[in-house]
């Protein structure tokens, strides 16, 4: 599986913008995906999951009532919707998937990463 992250870009602080992943191959829908990020000089930080179905969706507290993740099977992609941006989601963001997220949404383990795509939110 080949991850393909797009949607970054700059943005003012309260703006919007959305992410997608697309994922190549025929069993998009085996996989938990996953949306993390990582800030200059920090750690790797988890956003948001769903599961296979999509019936199911975790965020992470900084998030939380601000970002939607969601996938659509038809396109092979997944996508994070980012509200109320703040200068503190600046970060590169990667999608990653998951054929069993035995320890847990945070740390997967994750089978595939995409490259990132930067997304800068200024004050």
């Known amino acids: 599986v080949q991850l393909q992250a797009s949607g970054g870009g700059l943005v003012q602080a309260g703006g919007s913008l959305r992410l997608s992943c697309t994922a190549s191959?025929?069993?998009?829908?085996?996989?938990?995906m996953a949306w993390f990020r990582q800030a200059p000089g920090k750690e790797r930080e988890f956003v948001a999951s769903?599961?296979?179905?999509?019936?199911?969706?975790l965020y992470g507290d900084s998030v939380r009532g601000r970002f939607t993740i969601s996938r659509d099977g038809a396109r092979n992609t997944v996508y994070l919707q980012m509200n109320s941006l703040k200068p503190d989601d600046t970060a590169v963001y990667y999608c990653?998937?998951?054929?069993?997220?035995?320890?847990?949404?945070?740390?997967?383990?994750?089978?595939?990463w995409g490259h990132g795509t930067q997304v800068t939110v200024s004050s």
């Open positions: 990653a998937a998951s054929r069993s997220v035995v320890r847990g949404p945070h740390l997967g383990p994750y089978d595939y």
């Open positions: 191959g025929h069993t998009f829908e085996r996989y938990y």
């Open positions: 769903i599961t296979e179905g999509g019936g199911s969706t």
